[in-house]
């Protein structure tokens, strides 16, 4: 049997259900600490309020030492292009670990700003069951 881990990933914020999707499973948290708030301002001011910056290496390293047991990942996220947090993993993904990179199956984009947990936990599921 393949172990399946469904990850949910913002730009520093990420869910990963290692251990299944059935109804009220908690999945393990992975927050980027704050980057400075002067440095923030510094960002902001030159993308006119719209920083896009990609995520640090050290992120995506946290993340991905929860993940290293799948043999396939299904991941999740919001936003398109340079603001997309599931595109930049998976680029950092292809780029520094490109033999893990091949077991993500599926990703695609939600609001995961407006999904309940369980709504995100049936899109999981719903992921996971397609062929």
Known sequence: MTKKI???ISKNHARVWAHGLEPHTKPEIVD???????????????FNGRNRSLMSAAFAERVLA??????????VGAGKGKASAVGNFVAYLRKQHPHFAEKVRRIETV???NLSEGELLAAGRKMMLRP
């Open 6 to 8: 469904f990850v949910a």
């Open 32 to 46: 980027e600490p704050n980057i400075n708030a002067e440095y923030q301002t510094i960002l902001n001011k030159f």
């Open 66 to 75: 929860l993940v290293q047991q799948a043999d396939e990942l299904f991941l």
């Open 111 to 113: 609001d995961l700003e």
